[in-house]
């Protein structure tokens, strides 16, 4: 911003945003728009954009139909980290189907079969639902997601442990941009052994919430250009109708021709044929 002689509006904005830096609301703003910008990768999302094209509209349905309060797309888009949409899934620690849940999970959300895609999707939607439901009040209504899909990932317990570690750090455990720094903690020795929970991933988990929040935009996104596609398309093709060019009757205009057909007495001819016989012969004989 370029100063004036009055100074006085350069000073509130200072004051603002000075504010604002030291209350923590700008690494909050900062996190939720741009956090996950820094973990873009160009060859992941070229395939993700193909799956999207290619497997999503398979499953779709069954995002929309379990997602509830979530946006269903951010529910694809964790299901798409956990199995790359793919109902047969199977990892080398026992974890399964679309939505790559264990067997205990399975059992705490009613999932009797977890390579069924409708199960699972169902299934891993109550799961994140209990994570969300068992985040503290005292995070951000906006900022529970990624502390429940952290949960969802290492479980809720590590996820505690991180914010825990947070707050003796002098952090805030309730911004999820200070608990992420600290996630990647919870593999190293001199951390976790003071935490409740021990050794965990927390390094996993930060790239697990971060490429979800991706995927998820890049889903938006690719639903924005597509609307914006048929928008255009629709756009063309009322112009293409209005600008139909009535190709002009030799020697005539367009206008005259209109103007001859107006004039035309369609309706007498139609009175003629109306009437009786008789009364035709009459009209003939009067002429």
Known sequence: M??????SVYALMIEFFGKKTQSGELAALEEKYFGHVGSFDFVDTRAFLRAIESKLPEWE????KYADEFDWRLLAALS?????WNPR???????????????PTAKSVGVKNRLDPEQSIRGGAEYLRKMLHRVPDSVNEHEKIWFALASYNIGFGHMMDARRLTKAQGGNPDSWADVKQRLPLLAKRQYYKQTR????RGYEALSYVENIRRYYQ???GYEQDQEQAI?????????GLQTIKVEDVPGEGVSEV???????PVADDAENKDKAPETQEEDSEKN
Not at 61 to 64: A, E, I, R, Y
Not at 95 to 103: E, F, K, N, S
Not at 197 to 200: D, L, Q, S, T
């Open 218 to 220: 890049s889903i938006v």
């Open 258 to 264: 209109i103007d001859t057909v107006e004039a035309t």
């Open 231 to 239: 928008a255009s398309d629709a756009a063309d093709n009322l112009e």
């Open 61 to 64: 349905p069954l995002f929309k």
């Open 80 to 84: 798409y980290q956990e199995s790359h």
């Open 89 to 103: 899934a199977v990892s080398p620690t026992g974890v399964r189907g679309m939505m790559m849940l264990t067997l």
């Open 2 to 7: 370029k100063k004036t002689q009055d100074d």
């Open 197 to 200: 929970y021990g050794y965990a």
